[in-house]
């Protein structure tokens, strides 16, 4: 089955630009869905099809995806971006199958 | 704006079934540009996806989970439920509802999520 590797956690200084990578076999032939959950709340969608914004997300927050590595770039860190951050794509190669990468804990110094 | 709202039993003895439901408002479950799957979290985890299903009532589900899970719909209540058998205390989590979006090339994203409910398994 695919694997999305994340590293368990992100730190930044608040202005900074924090970045936070999902690795997988090839994975830039997929697309990326990345989600913001704070603690004791849903997910949230902050990208979706590797890049696109839903309506009410900052700016700030953007993605890329090539190769075997996709990642999410938030500029300009708040205090209020402290939070787990998923990657998640599907898997064509089996029954459509949602893989979610591990989740990344980005802290705010 | 569309709501998506778990509700079921929060706690449920070893070996039985778990059962919940999923009440969608703001908009139709049989719109048909959608999956509606469902998501469980266990404490200090991360995020495992359980299966979908599509208005049709065509299911796709985790191949670790597959033997364990119906998802089934009910367009009439605008509902969607999940029913997980034999559970142990390894299914103890926050299970939460999602709508997906149907793209291009397949399913996309999540775009919507419930808010989550705690399921217990334990004596």
């Known amino acids: 089955s695919y694997v999305l590797t994340q590293p368990p956690s992100v730190s930044v200084a608040p202005g900074q630009t924090a970045r936070i990578t999902c690795g997988g076999n090839n994975i830039g032939s997929k697309s990326v869905h990345w989600y913001q959950q704070k603690p004791g709340q849903a997910p949230v969608l902050v990208v979706y099809d590797d890049s696109d914004r839903p309506s009410g997300i900052p700016e700030r927050f953007s993605g890329s995806n090539s190769g075997n590595t996709a990642t999410l770039t938030i500029s300009r860190v708040e205090a209020g971006d402290e939070a787990d951050y998923y990657c998640q794509v599907w898997d064509s190669s089996s029954d459509h199958l949602v893989v979610f990468g591990g989740g990344t804990k980005l802290t705010v110094l | 704006q569309v709501q998506l709202q778990e509700s079921g039993p929060g706690l449920v003895k070893p070996s039985q079934t778990l059962s919940l439901t999923c009440t969608v408002s703001?908009?139709?479950?049989?719109?048909?540009?959608?999956?509606w799957s469902w998501i469980r979290q266990p404490a200090g985890k991360g995020l495992e996806w359980i299966g979908r299903i599509y208005t049709s009532g065509s299911t796709n589900y985790n191949p670790s989970l597959k033997s364990r899970v119906t998802i089934s719909v009910d367009t009439s209540k605008n509902q969607f439920s999940l029913k997980l058998s034999s559970v142990t205390a390894a299914d103890t989590a926050v299970y939460y509802c999602a709508r997906e979006g149907i793209a291009v090339a397949g399913p996309g994203s999540f775009d919507y999520w419930g808010q989550g409910t705690l399921v217990t398994v334990s004596s």
């Open positions: 703001g908009g139709s479950i049989s719109s048909g540009s959608y999956y």
